[in-house]
């Protein structure tokens, strides 16, 4: 994507920010990180440890926090504004809806509608995708190429899914969702019962809710309940490579990160927080606001905003303590040898 | 889905149940978990966790295990059998059987089949999918949309195959296999050597086999072997997202919980179970029998029926009494530097 | 595939490899494990663990390395040479060239290649294939069936995308790349910014760009940058589900085993090695041959040459000296008591 933004447009879109130095250029044309950017570039600090960086690079432009001190290179300016990275989501924002406007709707010639399908107005339909029986796209909504819309599900407004989203039978998808690429909803939950050394298989009946707001990331797979439903609450992000069991219910606004498992049946209340690889076994709730770092371990309820690490996953400073205890341990025994041989 | 079910029906699918209580209701419409069924609804008790659940429980009919001691609430029926999970699916496949019944065979307008491949009686191939040259499809088999049957390979009789399930050459299905969407069966094995630096290619040119009963969760994984075969045992089930390395070979009845990864090579005798996100170094044998918790690290062989956790690997039961001792390292360390601040 | 092989074509494979013994066999039909093997197979010692298996094995002929002593059974022949794994790679490939020759180069009938495309000579597209507005497909690449070249994208000469690779928008594949099925490249980055309490989506302008001689393996994620690019340097290999967050930058001929996560922003130097479901959080730098065991997790930022294990991550020999003591906890805190009781 090409594109260029002169200062006066800058300063539109932030109209409260602080500006100090001057710089020759009229328009940029690139934003990078502090230590890549060169002369033409718009840079930023979000993250105070890259703080070091700023004198020395090369961006005509960093977008810094009030609080930062320091005088701008030649030819350089410094934005001040409350909040760069809030500031640079903002700035790409406006770069994306003015530099790549979305092509207009458009069902591809090679997609497959079945007729029972109902496609509301100015949706897009990429190439090789199939929308079932019974189906429902709701307005405005973009189904990339090879996607699969299973008979009964629906799709809200607003929405775009990427290429080969499978959406299984009786998936029911809010509003401006947006699943990545590959993302499996609805696949069978894994349930058997063994019964004489033989795993039976139960069937899995139920649906999968996904409310408005979801962001859902690339290859990540929901099982659809083994009756009632899986639902993902309203505004909840969710990674890569995420595993969601049968019967799970996710809350509104959690965030979920890459190749994190949910085993069947867990409840996340709200705003819960969890780090990459983290595991949870089945049957658990997790209370509103917990944060779970990445990698833990999950085998017990959690309270309202506890912060646990580790497998076994205990509060977050008890487990660094612990680590750091643990690093001692050859110590601990030589010393404890000294003391035995003392006595 | 819609269903409902009679009184009579229950009975007759239940013949050895045992009736207390009584409803007014002649039909039930809905299974639903015991917290949140109502008037009208089957619900049960499935785990014994939930057993203080069941005297506040709306449901019109619950089933329950003959153990199970209360008096069922007005309007209320409890049904008394052996096991009520089981009893529940069993329940499940006749609703399924009944109200969602399999749509007619048909092989869809846009599927492409190589004029050498051999298709069965009574298949479905979904629109969008590729059947390869000399590939095979047995009777009553299901292709879903966008699946890949690639050149030589063969699919048994009466297997499910969901969207967008890829199958590279030379992939031998058994019977009654499920595969749930986006797996994919025979990518090249991760094997390299490293010749002056350089990772070389070593070409991968044997096959999978997956046997009678299985079935595979969503975007699972699973390679070629580098010869021979890679294969998967009778009636083993696997989760979503696991990793099956080249030349693993999966004995019968196993089970295998979502992201666990399985290096080149492993080999699990029959029966064995691993949790969520265990992982097994190349070239191990894991005992009949063998349990291995979640998040397990496994880098040693496993004897048959041993039940390990953590990593490194320990006994369950050792594990867990050195996860209690874990926490009271800075008790211990307290204790110690009092005892030699005594000396 | 079905091959054989005459002895005097493993001499012309092996020209300065010591023969030992001799068989009847003229020609050789599998290869396979030592345990395995039968009469008129080839077989080979690749890893010194399996050497006890050498003596009983009925394999035809045995690679050896030239440091075996032993005597070959009857009608058996040792094959000795430097590397018996590099000279099976060798044979393998060998094989594959003669035995397995690619079909000649073809556009599937049902492909879509918009008519901005550029595809090059010798190029094959498979069935259901799409080929987006500006994109470059190179001479002598290969795409499968159901795979998504997006728009603006880039594919390099002697690539093969195997089945529903996708590529989104603005993905630079170099050379003699491979990808296997379902690799997703360019989904959209893990990036939000919580703006009273509302989780706003940072839109993600960069690319994500992959050099020469690249394998990824099925079902990886590899997502773009925010802005800038995502890297993966010549000659690295990548297994299955691994994920790569958003501005990674992987150096040259790193190593990357299954199910690895790997946060937004990290940097990886050249030669890197990382054990199956190892876990990076983001920002950090990961110094030239590195080693990281699996299922670590890296919360810091990694030297040179240092070999980490763990969960913190500790150097190696630390960590597996500290692993074996706190297997001896249990007899620590009963001798600690005995002290105690004692004063």
Redesign the interface.
């Known amino acids: 994507?090409k594109y260029s933004i002169s200062f006066e447009k800058l300063l539109e879109l932030f109209p409260t920010s602080k500006v100090e130095g001057s710089t020759e250029q009229t328009k940029f044309c690139?934003?990078?990180?502090l230590e890549?950017a060169t002369s033409g570039d718009i840079s930023f600090l979000g993250?105070a440890?890259y703080k070091k960086l700023v004198p020395t690079s090369n961006a005509s432009v960093i977008l810094l926090p009030h609080s930062y001190t320091g005088t701008p290179s030649h030819n350089q300016i410094y934005l001040k504004i409350d909040?760069p990275?809030?500031g640079?989501?903002c700035l790409?924002?406006f770069?994306?809806k003015e530099f790549?406007p979305s092509p207009p709707a458009e069902i591809?010639s090679?997609a497959?509608i079945d007729p029972t399908a109902k496609v509301g107005e100015r949706v897009s339909i990429?190439?090789?995708s199939?929308i079932g029986k019974n189906a429902t796209v709701g307005n405005n909504s973009k189904i990339?190429?090879?996607c699969?819309v299973g008979d009964y599900s629906v799709v809200g407004e607003s929405c775009q899914l990427?290429?080969?989203v499978?959406l299984?039978t009786?998936c029911y998808i809010g509003s401006r969702v947006?699943l990545?690429?590959?993302v499996?909803v609805g696949?069978?939950g894994?349930g058997?019962?063994t019964?004489d050394?033989?795993?039976?298989?139960?069937?899995h009946?139920g649906k999968v809710v996904i409310e408005d707001d979801v962001?859902i990331?690339?290859?990540t797979?929901l099982?659809r309940a083994?009756?009632?439903e899986t639902r993902i609450g309203k505004?909840t992000?969710i990674?890569?490579?995420v595993?969601i069991?049968h019967n799970v219910r996710i809350g509104n606004?959690c965030?979920i990160?890459?190749?994190v498992?949910i085993?069947g049946s867990v409840k996340f209340e709200d705003?819960v927080v969890v780090g990459?690889?983290a595991?949870f076994?089945g049957?658990l709730t997790v209370g509103k606001g917990a944060k779970i770092a990445?990698?833990a371990?999950i085998?017990k309820n959690v309270t309202p905003g506890a912060f646990l690490k580790?497998?076994?996953a205990?509060p977050f400073k008890?487990s660094q303590?612990?680590?750091i205890?643990?690093?001692?341990?050859?110590e601990?025994?030589n010393?404890?040898d000294a003391?035995?041989s003392?006595?």
């Open positions: 994507m690139g934003i990078s990180a890549r993250n440890k909040d990275s809030v640079l989501a790409c924002k770069l994306e790549a591809h090679t497959w990429g190439a090789f199939f990339g190429t090879h699969h990427y290429p080969s499978k299984l009786h947006t990545n690429a590959g499996v696949s069978e894994y058997f019962d019964v050394g033989v795993h039976e298989k139960i069937p009946l962001e990331g690339a290859n797979c099982d083994r009756f009632e505004g992000k990674d890569n490579l595993q069991g606004g965030l990160v890459a190749q498992g085993a705003e990459g690889q595991g076994a049957h990445g990698q371990g085998t580790g497998n076994p205990l008890l303590r612990i680590s205890l643990q690093k001692r341990l050859p601990l025994f010393r404890f003391i035995e003392n006595d």
